[in-house]
Protein backbone atom coordinates (compact mmCIF):
# COMPACT_ATOMS: atom_id res chain seq x y z
CA UNK A 1 0.00 0.00 0.00
CA UNK A 2 1.20 3.46 -1.05
CA UNK A 3 -0.10 6.65 1.05
CA UNK A 4 0.60 9.59 -0.89
CA UNK A 5 0.42 13.42 1.05
CA UNK A 6 -0.15 16.39 -0.73
CA UNK A 7 0.66 19.87 0.16
CA UNK A 8 0.80 23.54 -1.71
CA UNK A 9 -2.91 24.65 -2.22
CA UNK A 10 -4.76 27.90 -1.24
CA UNK A 11 -5.74 30.71 -2.67
CA UNK A 12 -4.27 32.79 -5.21
CA UNK A 13 -5.31 35.71 -7.49
CA UNK A 14 -5.01 35.20 -11.14
CA UNK A 15 -1.48 35.47 -12.80
CA UNK A 16 -0.05 34.03 -8.99
CA UNK A 17 1.72 31.04 -8.60
CA UNK A 18 1.54 28.01 -6.42
CA UNK A 19 3.42 24.64 -6.26
CA UNK A 20 1.76 21.41 -4.99
CA UNK A 21 4.13 18.90 -3.76
CA UNK A 22 3.14 15.29 -3.21
CA UNK A 23 5.38 12.43 -0.97
CA UNK A 24 4.70 9.17 -1.35
CA UNK A 25 5.74 6.36 0.99
CA UNK A 26 6.50 3.86 -1.62
CA UNK A 27 9.40 1.69 -1.20
CA UNK A 28 10.28 2.16 -5.17
CA UNK A 29 8.83 5.62 -5.66
CA UNK A 30 11.39 5.71 -8.59
CA UNK A 31 9.44 2.82 -10.40
CA UNK A 32 6.15 4.48 -10.79
CA UNK A 33 4.69 6.84 -13.34
CA UNK A 34 3.18 10.02 -11.44
CA UNK A 35 0.42 11.93 -12.11
CA UNK A 36 -1.99 14.81 -10.88
CA UNK A 37 -5.01 15.44 -11.70
CA UNK A 38 -8.00 17.67 -10.91
CA UNK A 39 -11.54 18.43 -10.60
CA UNK A 40 -13.63 21.18 -10.31
CA UNK A 41 -17.40 21.53 -8.87
CA UNK A 42 -19.43 19.58 -11.01
CA UNK A 43 -16.84 18.14 -13.79
CA UNK A 44 -15.31 14.55 -14.40
CA UNK A 45 -11.48 14.47 -12.79
CA UNK A 46 -9.45 15.13 -15.52
CA UNK A 47 -5.05 14.45 -15.79
CA UNK A 48 -3.75 17.75 -15.91
CA UNK A 49 0.31 16.72 -15.86
CA UNK A 50 2.03 13.34 -16.13
CA UNK A 51 5.84 12.24 -15.21
CA UNK A 52 7.15 8.51 -16.46
CA UNK A 53 9.75 6.72 -14.55
CA UNK A 54 12.08 7.62 -16.82
CA UNK A 55 11.13 11.49 -16.50
CA UNK A 56 9.01 11.87 -19.63
CA UNK A 57 6.19 14.48 -19.17
CA UNK A 58 2.80 15.09 -20.84
CA UNK A 59 0.61 17.72 -19.84
CA UNK A 60 -3.45 18.89 -20.77
CA UNK A 61 -3.29 21.37 -23.44
CA UNK A 62 -4.90 23.93 -21.27
CA UNK A 63 -1.93 24.05 -18.57
CA UNK A 64 1.25 23.72 -21.25
CA UNK A 65 3.81 26.33 -20.96
CA UNK A 66 2.07 27.25 -17.33
CA UNK A 67 2.83 23.76 -15.53
CA UNK A 68 5.90 22.02 -14.45
CA UNK A 69 5.90 18.66 -13.09
CA UNK A 70 8.81 17.02 -11.56
CA UNK A 71 10.04 14.37 -9.53
CA UNK A 72 12.91 14.11 -7.05
CA UNK A 73 13.24 10.06 -6.07
CA UNK A 74 15.69 10.69 -3.40
CA UNK A 75 12.56 12.17 -1.43
CA UNK A 76 9.64 10.36 -2.91
CA UNK A 77 8.12 13.75 -4.19
CA UNK A 78 6.69 14.79 -7.13
CA UNK A 79 5.79 18.49 -7.65
CA UNK A 80 3.34 20.49 -9.82
CA UNK A 81 4.61 23.95 -10.30
CA UNK A 82 1.78 26.48 -11.54
CA UNK A 83 1.96 29.66 -13.00
CA UNK A 84 0.10 32.36 -14.72
CA UNK A 85 -3.17 30.76 -12.74
CA UNK A 86 -6.42 31.17 -14.00
CA UNK A 87 -10.06 30.96 -12.37
CA UNK A 88 -10.48 28.10 -14.92
CA UNK A 89 -7.94 26.16 -12.81
CA UNK A 90 -9.71 26.28 -9.44
CA UNK A 91 -10.39 22.40 -8.92
CA UNK A 92 -9.23 19.99 -6.07
CA UNK A 93 -5.89 18.65 -7.29
CA UNK A 94 -5.39 15.00 -7.01
CA UNK A 95 -1.91 13.19 -6.76
CA UNK A 96 -1.95 10.10 -8.14
CA UNK A 97 0.80 6.93 -8.44
CA UNK A 98 0.45 4.16 -11.10
CA UNK A 99 2.56 1.11 -12.06
CA UNK A 100 1.65 -1.48 -13.95
CA UNK A 101 3.25 -5.32 -14.50
CA UNK A 102 2.41 -8.21 -16.37
CA UNK A 103 0.24 -9.60 -13.64
CA UNK A 104 -0.91 -6.35 -11.61
CA UNK A 105 -1.45 -2.74 -11.62
CA UNK A 106 -1.46 -0.80 -8.38
CA UNK A 107 -2.65 2.83 -8.59
CA UNK A 108 -2.77 4.81 -5.27
CA UNK A 109 -4.42 8.75 -4.95
CA UNK A 110 -3.43 11.05 -2.36
CA UNK A 111 -6.27 13.22 -0.24
CA UNK A 112 -6.98 15.70 -2.27
CA UNK A 113 -5.40 19.51 -2.19
CA UNK A 114 -7.58 22.59 -3.26
CA UNK A 115 -6.62 25.37 -5.24
CA UNK A 116 -8.47 28.30 -5.51
CA UNK A 117 -7.66 31.03 -8.15
CA UNK A 118 -10.08 34.17 -7.46
CA UNK A 119 -9.38 37.66 -7.21
Known amino acids: QVQLVESGGGLVQPGGSLRLSCVAS????????MGWYRQAPGKQRELVAS???????NYEDSVKGRFTISRDNAKNTVYLQMNSLKPEDTAVYYC?????????????WGQGSQVTVSS
Open 51 to 57: ITSGGST
Open 96 to 108: NAHKASAFTTYNY
Open 26 to 33: ASRFSTYA
